[in-house]
Every structure is written in C-alpha cells, then in structure tokens.
C-alpha cells in the first residue's frame, strides 16, 4: 500500500460501497489523503462482524472524513460502529441511476421475435445449488406453458459447463448461447455463458427471477429487470440489496418467494396475466426513476469535503 501511494500520489481517494481495508484507510490517513466511501452499504449481518473487531472498526471509520449511504439505516449502522455522525449522510443508492443504451432493447426484441410467442423465464446470477431448484420450478411451470423457454445465466462463467450438465440430465434440450446456434422452437432451455448480455436476455424475458436469493447468498441486484420493465421475483435471501428490495415489494414491483413451489407458482399466475406483469413492470421502471438523484448528492457531499480540505 505504501509503496502505491508513494508511486501515485494521490490528492483524494473515493472507495466504494464495502471495500473498507483498514490498512489503506489508516495509511491515507496518516498521509492526510481525505477519502469517501461512496455508495456505502453495511449490512446488519456485516455489521455484527465488525463487531468483533469493534476497536479496530471504530479507529478505521472515524479515519474517514466522509462517508455517503445508500439509506438511513446503512447510516444508522455506521455511526453504531463508531464513525462521526457529521460525517456520515444517508444520499440514496446510486444504483438507480441506472440507464441502458438503446441497443440494448433493440437487441433484446430483436431476439425475442425470433422466438415467437413463445413463454419466456429466466433466472439470472444464479449460485450453486440455485438451478436444481430452478430446473424443478420449470417442470411445474412447463406443466402449464408447454412452449416455456428457461434461460438459465449463472454468476460465476467456471460454472457453465456443470449447469449446462444439470439442465440436460434434467431431460432439457439445452443450447448454449456460445454453441452459436439459433434457439429454435425445440430448445428448452438456454443457457448464457456469454459476457455482458444479461440486460439483453432480460429484456427477452415475460417474467425475470434474480438470483442468489433462494440459496443463502444475499441476493443480486434487482433494478437491472426492473430498468426494462420486467416483473421481477426474489427468494427470501437478499440482504445484499435489502432496502431496494423491500422498497420493490412495497410497491408491487416485486414478488418474494420462499421455495421451490411459490416459484413456480408466481411464474405460472405472473405468465397467465399480462397486466400483471405490465403493472409490475411499470411499478418498477417508476420507482428507478423516483429514487434518482444519489449521484447529484454525492457529488454535491464531495465538492463540499474537498473545498474544505483545500482551505
């Protein structure tokens, strides 16, 4: 680290969301080197970790002359471990500033109409132990929706080959998105092992699971549908993205479920009712734009912080 920093010099440092080295944060310190930690999330589960270094985390966060939450409750925890209360604001979540090119959509329908009216369902960064439980919701759904297309796009690429393994020992006549082959009207599952298309096959998608959130991994971020306007279903695990899911299900933007079943279940009734999921999709796409405006805040916070460091 020091090494770094005699290398680069730095005038500031923005660290974001929950990248808090307590080594960096010190040194920078020492330097006189202000930081913020932007975006900044600590979940209750976090938290308590903290807790057992209490000493250690409250010499770190009171080391930082800004810190800029995604809520008031990420604030309130904060200062519980120790960091200046005027030095900690609650701006919102720079997540909704999310905004997809064009060509995204573009290319999203120009997939989908190679496919017809065909039932679409795709269940996105999903974990290990995540798609067997997806593969059985699919039977059920498909019980209903003969034609159903499952898109399977797991988190981690080292993963592809042994979901694409599970799909087919499931009896699923299963494409890979990198065999380059067109996904016929015979293909029941797709699987994306592709690098940045996931906007584009959520748009493809009539109802969209975001996973991580049936397995106990905290969930991934919802808004990524949501921006598209697709009704967006979660497990009950996603304290990852608590606020923004709670504020999603407030709204019925969002459905939680807790199994297998209520999976299937959701997908069935949300595939049977088109302004269902219209309505949830507009929900969605309402409260992205609602709850912009955390970058303007920021930014505000920062030029403040560094007029005052500059005096």
Known sequence: ???????????????????????????CAERSIPLTVANARL?????????????????????????AAQSHSDRDRFVQLGAHKDKVHAVGNLKYEISLPASVIERA?????????????????THEGEEELILDAARKIRGQFRDLLLIIVP??????DRVTALCRRSGLNTLRRSDGKPCSSQVQALVVDSMGELSVFYGTADVAFVGGSLVNHGGHNILEPAALSRPVITGPHYFNFLEITRQFLEHHAAIEVKNTEQLADSVIAL????QRRAEMGDAGKHLIEQSKGASQRLL????????????
Do not use: C
């Open 43 to 67: 979940s209750a589960r976090s938290a308590r970790g903290y807790l057992k270094v209490a000493k250690l985390t409250r010499q770190m966060l009171q080391s930082i002359p800004l810190i």
């Open 109 to 125: 329908e120009s997939i989908r109409a190679l496919w017809g009216n065909r039932s679409v369902f795709i269940a996105a960064s």
């Open 155 to 160: 988190r981690h690429p080292e993963r592809f």
């Open 300 to 311: 505000n916070l920062i030029d403040v912080h560094i007029s005052h460091v500059q005096r």
């Open 1 to 27: 680290i020091r090494r770094f920093l005699d290398a680069m010099q730095p005038q500031f440092g923005i660290i974001m969301e929950t990248e808090l080295w307590p080594n960096l944060i010190l040194i």
């Open 271 to 274: 595939l049977k009712d088109p």
